[in-house]
């Protein structure tokens, strides 16, 4: 497994480093000079000498591959430039919006799994009936509702009409309600569906017949049918997580939210381009890992994947019990 | 079955779908709505008002009038034009260019493919909406920059995809005979490759055109898309937020417009898909053959 | 329990354990008819053998029987399981029924399991439920039964994607054992398997019938299979019963075209074998 785990982290060095130079050529391509633009947020009138020297100061004399090779070394060791506008660095901005953003892509999460796996439910006992119609009929809504529309609509009810909730801003767990429902929404209504697709077609198989004509009880039966639904929609739900984090930027603007989407929205507004520079790395570091990770979870979660069939099956004597069974557990 | 026959049996399927239909007559209408806006819309979208600021609903302003006293139901119509024109310009650039790098790469292969594929393994590394956020930061807000945001980012999918449909309909037996019947390679990529590819490639466009509305809408809310005056759904809905606590229901139409139009072009891309693949059993209840 | 009313069909005792009268299976919408009319009746400890070409009903009766039909289709008749009708019980008295009365052992062994947990799992789990055993119970309950068909102990600790067809088939049967059923419908066990596993697996069908006294439907379009097994035997075609009686008349002198095309076959590609030197 860790050999696994290893094999494919060493695949991903190219990748985050095509990211990384991808990122890079998109400031270097912009059509407008850093250097004016540092110079400009800062009502600084940019004249030829001052650019030059600004120039110098950002290292722009310099050729392409050798900006790209410092920026990256720097980048590594966790410099990734200094704010045009606030003169701080960028790495200790992002690491301090980093958490509010993380904390509510997480909650977005949860939202999306503590609803949708039950909703999912609720449509496979129920095919065909009211509630199924009607959890559909919502999904369908939820799918095509607008993420912003949605918050706007919910900061009028529940903040301004109803003053449960507040509009907006990161103050205790309450705050954590009308963003992360808004963010979640639109994944909900992607994973709701995936799900329910997934655990009507999982009901179709021959293993959930064969339990049946053994008269298992029926509960037994569904717990088997959502874990192996839930295990085939893992990809999905991995395609999800980077989703719900790239979507923050436009709830995190609703909601006044301290987080990276948001700072990235101010720093494009600034043309502040090391941020969104971090930003676009960082993110894509995101993605990455992620896809990494569902991989990993999903041989873990899954004994076909995780390479034990053939060892288990050479070894005499009582083969071991350790990752899938334990992880199994842990689920039912 | 010849790729034509396929074509022709979807839109028989197609034409029989009721929700798929009634979706398509919508977006016909309010694609003609958005186009011949000068004709339908009452007021100058951009005439502004100060004495009729945020009037209510009338028979002289049919949805009211914005904080700036502009008809609402003039710029909404007008905004039909900006978000939804600007969404399917937007995927048939997309489409085209992505196809037709995907269909040259698969027929052509060799050095031109695998640099094109490694290209879009990288872009398709990051999530589009980060892509994008972050073409339109570096370019600067704007409708262009964020139009060339949008093709960018998803012109990826397509080129991958009509590569694994060109390489797929490659070996398949009507090809290979046009081939052995020594037509050109360029006859058999229109005459045969094109009209087998639309069918997958029109469902994702489909689907895709209702989340680059998303997208738009979406930008030039944050003011990082259209540039106000100009009337879009997205850009009226940033308009309605800054006086949404005394009149929320300026929220209502741009809000509901973009919802109505998303939610058709999910139904006719849940249509299309049913139409081209008829084992596709959309409960997703395939029953057993016993 | 006994009630002897004879259907069409002759093999009836006048201790029938099931007995099935006209059951018609169709498709809910269309009302198309998929099995039509058909009538069977099977004693403890005896073996039924239902043959046919593929696509001629057979696992529809064999749903049928087990009120597990497909959705979109209904079943109509009567199915007397012990002088109680399975088709107008409840879901719940189903439930009770299956397994420990009649039980199922499926056409796809690799799909039958569930892929995520080991076949000891499912297996005890099962036992648990139904028989209200204790895990250890359970557990030792599993081994032995699975002994009977010839399997060690370590397959419990398996996924069933480490087990061959042949294996997974016989720990279907192993429970079928273990959960003492009475009537055990076999859906084309023999099918998807290697000349080896296929043998075995009859063999541990022979062991429950023999042993246990359970009654066993064997549906098969092998002829070979229902020969060894089966005293009476049910020809179907295209939804409808077309010949019955005692096996070895069925096979000896068939009456109907597609039983006799049935042992054509056969004949042939035993002939055939025999040719080659071996005998089966």
């Known amino acids: 497994m860790y050999a696994f785990i290893l094999r494919r982290l060493l695949c991903l060095v190219p990748l985050l480093l095509a990211i990384s130079f991808l990122a890079f050529c998109l400031t270097a391509a912009s059509p407008s000079d850093p250097a004016e633009v540092a110079l400009r947020v800062n009502d600084i009138t940019p004249t030829p000498e001052v650019i030059e020297k600004t120039r110098q100061e950002l290292g722009l004399d310099r050729p392409f591959f050798e900006r790209y090779l410092a920026w990256l070394g720097k980048a590594l060791q966790g410099d990734l430039g200094t704010s045009f506008v606030t003169h701080r660095p960028v790495a200790r901005e992002l690491a301090r919006a980093l958490p509010s953003t993380l904390a509510l892509a997480c909650v977005a999460t949860l939202v999306v799994l503590g609803v949708g796996i039950p909703c999912a439910i609720v449509c496979f006992v129920r095919e065909g009936r009211l509630a199924d119609i009607l959890v559909r009929a919502l999904i369908f809504l939820g799918a095509a509702t607008p993420t912003f529309w949605a918050g706007l609509l919910f900061i009028w009810l529940f903040a301004v009409h109803l003053n449960l909730l507040p509009t907006g801003g990161l103050e205790g767990a309450s705050s954590f309600i009308l963003p992360a429902c808004t963010l979640a929404l639109p994944s909900l209504a992607t994973y709701t569906r995936l799900l329910r697709a997934g655990m009507l077609a999982t009901g179709q198989q021959d293993f959930v017949l064969y339990a049946r004509a053994q008269g298992r009880s029926p509960l037994a039966i569904l717990l088997q049918i959502v874990r192996n639904s839930l295990q085939s929609t893992l990809a999905a739900l991995g395609m999800t997580l980077p989703k719900l984090l790239a979507g923050t930027f436009v709830v995190e603007c609703i909601f006044a939210w301290p987080g990276l989407g948001r700072l990235c929205v101010t720093a494009i507004f600034n043309r502040d381009l090391p941020v969104i520079q971090a930003y676009v790395v960082l993110m894509g570091l995101f993605f990455v890992l992620f896809n990494l990770f569902m991989e990993v979870a999903g041989a873990l979660v899954d004994p076909r994947l995780s390479g034990r069939g053939s060892a288990g099956r050479k070894g005499k004597g009582r083969p071991d019990k350790s990752r899938p069974d334990t992880s199994m557990e842990d689920r039912a | 079955m010849s790729a034509r026959g396929q074509l022709d049996m979807a839109w028989n399927v197609l034409k029989h779908n009721r929700p798929g239909m009634a979706a398509l007559c919508f977006l016909a209408v309010v694609l003609a709505a958005g186009l011949l806006a000068p004709l339908i819309a009452p007021y100058d979208p951009l005439a502004v008002d100060m004495k009729a600021r945020l009037a209510s609903c009338s028979l002289e302003h049919l949805l009211g009038t914005d904080h700036l006293g502009r008809d609402l139901f003039s710029r909404l119509v007008y905004g039909a034009r900006t978000s939804l024109g600007l969404a399917l310009v937007i995927m048939l650039v997309t489409v085209s260019l992505g196809s037709l790098l995907g269909l040259a790469a698969g027929t052509f292969r060799g050095l031109f493919d695998s640099v094109l594929m490694r290209l879009t393994d990288m872009l398709l590394s990051f999530p589009s909406e980060v892509l994008v956020l972050a073409l339109v930061g570096m370019a600067g807000p704007g409708m262009e920059n964020a139009f060339a945001a949008c093709v960018l980012a998803r012109w990826p999918w397509y080129a991958r995809m009509a590569r694994s449909i060109t390489l797929r309909f490659r070996d398949m037996n009507y090809v290979l005979y046009a081939r052995v019947a020594g037509f050109s390679r360029t006859r058999i990529l229109f005459r045969h490759i094109v009209p087998g590819a639309a069918g997958e490639l029109s469902v994702l466009a489909t689907l895709d055109c209702a989340s680059v509305l998303l997208t738009i809408s979406a930008l030039s809310f944050l003011g990082l898309g259209v540039q106000p005056p100009v009337p879009e759904w997205g850009t009226m809905l940033g308009e309605a937020r800054n006086v949404m606590i005394l009149h929320p229901w300026q929220m209502l139409p741009p809000g509901l417009a973009i919802l109505l139009v998303v939610a058709a072009f999910n139904f006719l891309g849940d249509a299309l898909r049913d139409a081209f693949d008829p084992c596709f059993d959309p409960r997703g209840t395939t029953r057993r053959k016993a | ?280």
């Not at chain 3, 720990?171 to 296929?198: F, H, N």
């Open chain 3, 1 to 280: 329990m006994t009630q002897a009313i004879a259907p069409q069909n002759k093999a009836v005792g006048n201790t029938s354990l099931l007995e099935a009268r006209s059951i018609c299976v169709r498709e809910r919408i269309s009302g198309r008819l998929l099995v039509n009319n058909v009538s069977l009746a099977i004693e403890a400890g005896s073996c039924l053998g239902i043959v046919g070409e593929s696509g001629s009903g057979k696992s529809l009766l064999c749903r049928a029987l087990l009120g597990l039909l497909p959705k979109g289709l209904a079943a109509s008749g009567t199915v007397l399981f012990e002088g109680r009708d399975v088709l107008s019980l409840s879901e719940r008295e189903r439930r009770a029924l299956r397994g420990a009365g009649i039980s199922f052992v499926a056409q796809q062994a690799m799909t039958a399991y569930d892929p995520l947990l080991t076949l000891g799992r499912q297996i005890t789990a099962l036992f648990r439920d139904r028989l209200r055993l204790g895990r250890n119970e359970a557990h030792d309950l599993a081994c032995t039964t699975l002994a009977r068909v010839g399997l060690e102990a370590q397959v419990l600790d398996r996924y069933p994607h480490e087990l061959s067809g042949g294996q997974m088939q016989r720990c279907m049967i192993a429970t079928s054992l273990g959960l003492g059923s009475r009537l055990v419908i076999a859906d084309e066990p023999t099918t998807a398997l290697d000349a080896k596993s296929q043998y075995e697996v009859l063999l541990a069908l022979k062991t429950l019938v023999r042993e246990r006294g359970t009654a066993l439907i064997l549906v098969s379009h092998d002829l070979g299979a229902v020969q060894m097994l089966a005293e009476h035997v049910l020809v179907l075609n295209g939804g409808y019963c077309v010949e019955s009686g005692l096996a070895w008349q069925v096979f000896n002198a068939p009456r109907h075209k597609v039983t006799r095309a049935l042992v054509r076959t056969r004949a042939d590609l035993s002939a055939r074998f025999a040719h080659h030197g071996g005998t089966a």
